[in-house]
């Protein structure tokens, strides 16, 4: 993961085997002073967290979690249009790189065959 975003916009990039959850690190990242672009990935999550708090099962293998996490200078009211482009952004990667007819389900659930994939 760390090679595969070597040279772009992330300023720290940060690879774990086991986290209680990459949202919950990368926001204690920005707590403590760090700026610029962070993208921290685990190979599993003991306590990761979908939208709204929800439990996201984040087994070891196959998967990947990841949370990027970036102040942004933009109003408050324009901010939620930044998870609807990271949705698009993921999916046209996705197409690309392997195919797949991927979709996206509202707001920005990644969906293949009736799957959620990410989001």
């Known amino acids: 993961m760390k090679d595969s975003l070597a040279g772009t916009i ?16 990368a926001l ?3 707590d403590s002073g760090e700026d610029g672009a962070i993208a921290v990935s ?8 979908g939208r709204l708090g929800r439990s996201w099962y ?3 293998s ?14 408050l009211r324009d901010a939620s249009l930044f998870t609807l ?6 999916c046209t ?3 690309k790189s392997t195919r797949c007819d991927v979709h996206i389900k509202w ?5 293949f065959n009736e799957k959620k994939l990410g989001g």
Do not use: H, W
């Open 107 to 111: 707001p920005n659930d990644i969906v």
């Open 28 to 30: 204690s990242m920005l």
């Open 62 to 75: 196959g998967n990947i979690y990841l949370s990027i996490m970036m102040r942004l200078d933009i109003p």
């Open 85 to 90: 482009i990271s949705g698009v952004a993921a």
């Open 42 to 49: 685990a190979d599993s999550q003991s306590s990761g967290r």
């Open 93 to 95: 990667g996705i197409r």
């Open 58 to 60: 984040s087994p070891p």
């Open 10 to 25: 992330f300023t720290k990039i940060i690879c774990r085997g086991e986290v209680g959850s990459t949202n919950d690190l």
